[in-house]
C-alpha cells in the first residue's frame, strides 16, 4: 500500500512538473537537488562530488549503479538518496550501491551535524574508519557532534570493522532506522551489525516501519553492541527468538527486545568444525561438519544444565584457508575443543587478536594452538568480566601486539579468574611484541604446569615488562610453571602493582630472564608474593626489588634456590622480607637442550630438596616434562622433578592433587584468618566442603560449596567464631577440604 501511494504520488509531482515550464524544474533543482549519475548525464558521476558541491539541506539524488567510494557527509546537513526516495520502487535500493571497496567506511559522518538522512542504497564492502580503530564499515557516525541522523529504506551488508560491522554510532546523539534490512556484517570486537557508544547516543528504531538484523558477526554483541544506555530494539526479524547476551550485549545498561520473527533456531548439541566443512551443513556429526568456528558459535545453544562442546577436526583455521573470522568470541557453557596442539591451528595471520571473552563465565577452550594474533592491545586472547573459564592444552604462538606496552598473548581484566592448565605462552625471540601477559582490576587467574618463554619488549619508558604485569589487585596462583628467557628492560619475569593479595608461585622455574634495571620480580606499592620450593636463577643480580616508595611490600620464601641468596632481594626499606626454612643458593644444574632445557641433572642441590610437607601441597600429577610429580616420598626445587635413567625410587601417589589447600594466613591469629583453596575439579565446586575441627575432632564451623560462592580461587575468612557465632578458645584447629572422598588437612593456631 505504501509503494502504491509513494508511486501515485510521484506521478502527480511529475505532471505539475510537466504543466509547469521546464524551467522550474531546473531551477528548483539547481538550487537543493543535484544529480549523480555514472553515465555522465547528471550534475556528478561520483556521490563524493555532489556532495561536495551541496549546501545545507541539498538532496544528492544518485541513480543506479556501483558507486566504488568512500562517501563523506563533510559537515553538511543534507539527504543523500537513491531515486527510490521520489518513486518508491525497492528496485532502487538493490540497484543503487555504495562499495567500500574495503577501503573504509562506505559512509563516514563525522563533522558537526544536526540532521542528515541517508535514504534507498545497499551499502557494502566498507571495511570502517577511525584515528585508533576501525569503527563502523557500513556507516560511521563518528565523534560527539552530530545531533540527528536518519537511516532509512537501506541495505547494509557484507561490511567489517573493528566495532560495528553494519553501522557504528559513538557520535550521534539521535540515530533514526527505518525499515533497514542489516545482515551478514562482521565486527572483530563489538556489535556486527550495530555498535552502540556512551550514555547519551541514542538508537530509534521504528515500530511502524520496522528493521531486519540478523546473521552478523562479532565476539562481542554478534548483532547489537551497546556500551552504555538503555536500548530498545524493535524488529521485524532478528537472527533469533530469544537472544542471549551473545547476540545483544550490553556493558552496563540494559537492551530490551521485540522481534516478530527470527532467522535460526539455535542448536542445543554439540557441533563439529573441519577446514573440510561447509556451513550449510548440519554440523551435527564429524561427517557433516560446519567451515566456520563463528558460525558455529552463531548456531550452538546451551544453558548450566546442558553445556554443549564446538568439536575442531585437525587442519589450520585461518583467514586465507578457511575464511575464518577474528576475533572468535566465547558462550557460556560452552567448549571449544581441538585436536591438539599439533593439530588444530588457528592462525589470525596478523589480521587481529584471536578471542574476545567478555562477561562469559563456564567456558573453555582446549587442545590447539593460537598463532600469529595481532592488535594494538593484545594478540591472543583478552577476558573481561569473566569467571569459571579454563583454557587447557593451548599453545600460544607468536602473538604480537604493535603496541609494546600492552601484551602479546594474554590480557584479563575485571575480576576475571581464569585457569590456565598446560598452557605454552612463547614467541620466536627476534619478534617484538608486548609483555606475554597481563591481569588487572581483582583478577586470580591460575597457571598450573604452564611455560612462559621467549617474550620479549623494547624502549625505555618505564612500562615494559617480560613476561607477567599483575596491576590494581590482581594476584595469580602459579604452580608447576616455567619463565625462562623473557626480556624486558624494566622487568623480565613478573611485576607486580598493588596485588593487595598474595601473589603465590610454588614449584616454579624462573630462569634465563635477561637482565633489568627492576629485577627478575618488581614489587610495587602494597604488592606481596609467596614463593616455595622455586628456583630463581637469572641474569639480573637482584632476583626480587622492592620499589623504594609507595605503601610497603613483602616477599615470603621456603625452599627456594635463589641466585646470589638474600643478597639477591632488594627490599629498599620499603617493605619486608620472609626468609624461611629450607632455602639454598647453588647452581641447579640443569640438563639444557631441547626439549625441556631446565629438568635437572643428576647431582642437582634441588632433587628432593623441597618441603618435606607433601601432603596437600597444591601439585599436579604430573611435573612439565609428563614425569610423576614426586619421587623418594620428598618433592624436588623448580618444575620439574628428576627421574634417573634407571628409576631408583618410585612416584609418591600420596598426595592429593585434586585439592589444593593452602596454609592459613596469618598463622597463628588473633581475631580472623584468611584460608585459601583452589580446585582441579573446575566444574564441580558446589560440592567441596571446607570444616574446622577443634583437637577433640568436634565441628566448629563448616563452609559448603555455591552456599559460601566456592569458585575455582576460594577464600574463607575465618573470624575464630562457631557455627552459632561464639568465639572460640585460643588453642590449635585443623581445617579440613573434602570433595569426592578426597580430603587435605592443615593445622592452624589461635592466640590470645
Not at 562517501?71 to 550501491?97: H, M, P, R
Not at 548450566?304 to 584457508?321: D, R
Request: glycine share 10%; hydrophobic share 30%; charged share 20%.
Amino acid at each position: 500500500m505504501k509503494h502504491k501511494f509513494l508511486n501515485i504520488f510521484s506521478t502527480i509531482i511529475f505532471l505539475i512538473i510537466i504543466l509547469v515550464h521546464t524551467n522550474l524544474f531546473c531551477e528548483v533543482r539547481s538550487k537543493s537537488t543535484i544529480i549523480v549519475n555514472t553515465d555522465g548525464t547528471g550534475d556528478y558521476v561520483s556521490i563524493q562530488e555532489g556532495i561536495d558541491a551541496a549546501s545545507d539541506f541539498d538532496t544528492v539524488l544518485v541513480y543506479p549503479g556501483t558507486y566504488y567510494e568512500n562517501v563523506s557527509y563533510n559537515g553538511k546537513n543534507l539527504t543523500l538518496a537513491s531515486k527510490y526516495l521520489i518513486t518508491g520502487d525497492e528496485v532502487y535500493i538493490n540497484s543503487t550501491i555504495i562499495d567500500g571497496n574495503e577501503n573504509g567506511s562506505c559512509v563516514l559522518v563525522f563533522e558537526s551535524v544536526n540532521h542528515g538522512t541517508i535514504c534507498g542504497f545497499t551499502i557494502q564492502h566498507g571495511s570502517g574508519s577511525g584515528d585508533s580503530s576501525l569503527y563502523g564499515g557500513g556507516i560511521n557516525l563518528y565523534y560527539n557532534n552530530i545531533y540527528e541522523f536518519h537511516i532509512e529504506n537501506c541495505i547494509i551488508k557484507d561490511n567489517k570493522a573493528n566495532m560495528g560491522g553494519g553501522i557504528s554510532s559513538i557520535g550521534c546523539q539521535n540515530l533514526y532506522l527505518k525499515d533497514t534490512k542489516i545482515f551478514d556484517n562482521r565486527a572483530r570486537s563489538g556489535g556486527g551489525g550495530i555498535a552502540k557508544g556512551d550514555d547519551g547516543i541514542n538508537v530509534f528504531f521504528s515500530s511502524f516501519n520496522k528493521c531486519n538484523i540478523y546473521n552478523n558477526y562479532a565476539p562481542i554483541g554478534s548483532d547489537i553492541y551497546n556500551h552504555k544506555g538503555d536500548m530498545d530494539v524493535i524488529v521485524d526479524t532478528f537472527t533469533v527468538e530469544e537472544p542471549t547476551k551473545f547476540y545483544a550485549y550490553s556493558r552496563e545498561d540494559e537492551i530490551t527486545m521485540d522481534i516478530e520473527n527470527h532467522i535460526i533456531e539455535p542448536i542445543n548439541n554439540d557441533l563439529y568444525v573441519s577446514p573440510d566443512g561447509d556451513n550449510s551443513s548440519s554440523g551435527l556429526t564429524p561427517s557433516e561438519p560446519l567451515l566456520n568456528i563463528y558460525d558455529a558459535l552463531i548456531k550452538i545453544k546451551s544453558d548450566s544444565t546442558h553445556p554443549n562442546t564446538i568439536h575442531l577436526a585437525e587442519g589450520t583455521y585461518s583467514p586465507s584457508a578457511t575464511g575464518e573470522f577474528f576475533a572468535l568470541g566465547g558462550k557460556e557453557y560452552i567448549s571449544i575443543i581441538g585436536a591438539g596442539k599439533e593439530e588444530t591451528i588457528l592462525d589470525a595471520e596478523q589480521t587481529f587478536r584471536l578471542f574476545i571473552v567478555e562477561n562469559v563465565n563456564n567456558f573453555s577452550l582446549e587442545n590447539m594452538r593460537l598463532q600469529n594474533g595481532y592488535n594494538q592491545n593484545t594478540g591472543g586472547i583478552s577476558i573481561y568480566y569473566s569467571s569459571n573459564s579454563v583454557i587447557k592444552n593451548v599453545e600460544f604462538f607468536n602473538n604480537l601486539s604493535s603496541n609494546v606496552h600492552s601484551e602479546s598473548h594474554i590480557h584479563g581484566s575485571q575480576y576475571s579468574n581464569t585457569v590456565f592448565e598446560n598452557v605454552i605462552l612463547k614467541n620466536t625471540y627476534d619478534e617484538v611484541g608486548g609483555k606475554a601477559i597481563r591481569f588487572a582490576s581483582h583478577s586470580s587467574p591460575i597457571f598450573i604446569n604452564c611455560s612462559i618463554e621467549k617474550n620479549k619488549t623494547l624502549e625505555e619508558d618505564g612500562r615494559n615488562f617480560g613476561a607477567m604485569s599483575l596491576i590494581n589487585y590482581a594476584s595469580p596462583i602459579i604452580i608447576n610453571s616455567l619463565i625462562a628467557d623473557n626480556y624486558g628492560q624494566i622487568t623480565s619475569g613478573i611485576s607486580s602493582i598493588w596485588s593487595g593479595d598474595t601473589i603465590y608461585v610454588i614449584n616454579s622455574t624462573i630462569a634465563d630472564n635477561d637482565d633489568c634495571s627492576g629485577g627478575t620480580i618488581r614489587l610495587v606499592e602494597n604488592s606481596h608474593i609467596r614463593l616455595i620450593n622455586t628456583i630463581l636463577r637469572n641474569e639480573s643480580d637482584t632476583e626480587i626489588y622492592f620499589y623504594p616508595t609507595g605503601e610497603e611490600n613483602s616477599a615470603t620464601l621456603e625452599y627456594c634456590n635463589v641466585d646470589g641468596g638474600m643478597d639477591a632481594i632488594d627490599v629498599n626499606n620499603n617493605g619486608t622480607l620472609n626468609w624461611g626454612e629450607g632455602n639454598i643458593d647453588q647452581d641447579p644444574l640443569f640438563v639444557g637442550g631441547d626439549p625441556f632445557s631446565y629438568q635437572l641433572s643428576e647431582g642437582s642441590p634441588c632433587i628432593d630438596a623441597g618441603t618435606p610437607d607433601t601432603t596437600g601441597l597444591n601439585l599436579p600429577a604430573t611435573d612439565l616434562a609428563g614425569n610423576p610429580r614426586i619421587y623418594n616420598g620428598r618433592v624436588d626445587i623448580g618444575a620439574y622433578e628428576y627421574k634417573p635413567e634407571a628409576v631408583g625410587g618410585e612416584p609418591d601417589t600420596n598426595f592429593v592433587n585434586k585439592l589444593y589447600l593452602f596454609q592459613n594466613q596469618p598463622n597463628p591469629f588473633k581475631n580472623s584468618t584468611e584460608i585459601l583453596f583452589i580446585t582441579s575439579d573446575y566444574e564441580r565446586v558446589e560440592n567441596y566442603t571446607l570444616s574446622i575441627y577443634n583437637t577433640k575432632g568436634q565441628l566448629v564451623r563448616r563452609y559448603a560449596g555455591r552456599a559460601n560462592n566456592f569458585s575455582f580461587k576460594t577464600k574463607v575468612n575465618w573470624d575464630g567464631k562457631d557455627s552459632q557465632g561464639r568465639e572460640v578458645a585460643p588453642g590449635t584447629y585443623f581445617y579440613k577440604l573434602e570433595y569426592n572422598n578426597n580430603a587435605v588437612v592443615r593445622k592452624m593456631v589461635k592466640v590470645k
